[in-house]
């Protein structure tokens, strides 16, 4: 099935999820949660759709570009939160943060195996869960503990997944 989005389209996807990211960030720093999770909505939509076109225009910059940002999603929003909820609230910042290191071992692993020549077979909705649970969390304040622990331990499976299949693999030549 070919993409709704042409390759032209994903830099200025990615330029939305950025600014809306930062402005998500802004908003939950200043006491905005609800706020926050609307923009970041835009931010996470914005993300998952320029993650799709640049797969199937099978551009590696643009793929690149597309990991890159969703780091940089990941940060504003689980470091937004973390930034926020300190000192008041040691659970959600704990939460947060856990969430924020989990996402980036499990992106460090993926590339590192890639990197180092094992095969690994990323799925895209599971890069997509982490940043949708915070914007339920931002949006549905009473759920943001959960949303945010859920969203730690979804990051962990692609670790232990990823490290299973390079111990199963040959080595790389």
């Known amino acids: 099935m070919a993409s709704p989005l042409h390759s032209s389209a994903v830099p200025w996807l990615l330029a939305l999820s950025v600014a809306a990211s930062a402005g998500a960030a802004t908003l939950v720093v200043f006491s905005r949660p609800v706020a926050g999770g609307v923009s ?35 940060a504003a929003l689980f470091g937004s939160v973390a930034w926020a909820a300190v000192p008041e609230e040691p659970w959600t910042a704990g939460a947060a943060v856990t969430a924020l290191v989990a996402s980036y071992v499990a992106s460090y692993m993926s590339a590192k195996a890639i990197g180092l020549g094992f095969a690994l077979h990323e799925r895209l909705p599971y890069r997509s869960v982490r940043p949708l649970l915070a914007v339920l969390g931002l949006l549905f304040p009473a759920v943001l503990d959960v949303a945010l622990w859920a969203a730690a331990a979804i990051s962990l499976e692609p670790v232990v997944r990823h490290g299973l299949s390079v111990a199963r693999q040959k080595e790389p030549v």
Do not use: K, N, Y
């Not at 931010?43 to 640049?54: E, K, N, P, Q, T």
């Not at 797969?55 to 793929?63: D, I, P, Y």
């Not at 597309?66 to 999603?73: S, T």
């Open 40 to 74: 970041a909505t835009a931010a996470v939509g914005a993300s998952i759709l320029a993650g799709l076109a640049a797969r199937r225009s099978g551009a590696a910059r643009l793929v690149f570009a597309d990991h890159a940002v969703e780091r940089l999603l990941e």
